[in-house]
């Protein structure tokens, strides 16, 4: 379908009109940059890309309350940037092995300047 913009400057590509794609399909991405609305919550997302942890030990390691981690590990859990998987009483936490969770990872870490630690 052609596009006929009110004033055509002569400065889109016409393959870029004729594929702009609907408000939907950009939902996804809206719904990881709101993941990312907390640096807290981006701090313990990057911790778990490097290892796998306990509510309590999360909660140690960034210096905050269970409950406060809890409620940013239930966002990126709805996100789909973590998984989590129970042993015994245990629930353990860590990055999800999927695309977003990859991108936003390498994303953190070139925003940031630091680097990985060995895995």
């Not at 990312?36 to 905050?64: K, P, T, Y």
Request: proline content about 3%.
């Amino acid at each position: 379908m052609e596009q006929n913009l009110p004033h055509d400057h002569g400065h889109v590509d016409a393959s870029v009109l004729a594929n702009i794609p609907d408000s939907k399909d950009f939902q996804a991405v809206a719904g990881v940059f709101k993941q990312l609305s907390d640096g807290n919550r981006i701090r313990i997302f990057w911790l778990l890309c490097h290892c796998e942890e306990c509510v309590i030990n999360i909660a140690a390691l960034v210096e905050m309350s269970s409950p406060a981690v809890s409620h940013h590990l239930k966002q990126l859990r709805s996100g789909g940037l973590i998984t989590s998987r129970r042993e015994g009483k245990e629930v353990y936490y860590k990055a999800a092995d999927n695309k977003q969770a990859k991108l936003l990872h390498r994303f953190i870490e070139q925003i940031v300047e630091i680097a990985c630690p060995a895995d």
